[in-house]
């Protein structure tokens, strides 16, 4: 059985009742975030993977603390410019 990651939140994909592990062409929905998905599968191999649709369901934690990290630290750096905005008014 052929199992397929969804591209976005890396979830397992929900296939459809007819998919045939051997020989599938056709749409997957991520059960986690709801996208949509367009798959090929010959002889039991993905070879080819796309977004038809995202849709937006929660982003992956690890996703998530680089987001905190990054809006941290843009706000350190403006604290930081801003004080040395002011010494220089001095």
């Known amino acids: 059985m052929v199992e397929v990651e969804c591209l976005l939140c890396e ?9 045939d ?9 991520c059960q986690e975030c709801q996208s949509l998905f367009h798959i ?3 002889k039991s191999k993905v070879r ?3 977004i038809v649709e995202r849709k937006f369901g929660p982003l992956p934690a690890g996703v ?3 987001i905190f990290k990054a809006v941290a630290e ?3 750096k403006q604290g930081l410019e801003a004080q040395e905005r002011e010494r220089e008014e001095k």
């Open 48 to 50: 080819k993977y796309r």
């Open 21 to 29: 592990s051997e020989d599938y062409d056709g749409e997957a929905v």
């Open 64 to 66: 998530m603390v680089e």
């Open 11 to 19: 979830k397992p994909l929900k296939l459809p009742k007819d998919f």
């Open 74 to 76: 843009a706000k350190r």
């Open 40 to 42: 090929k599968i010959v």
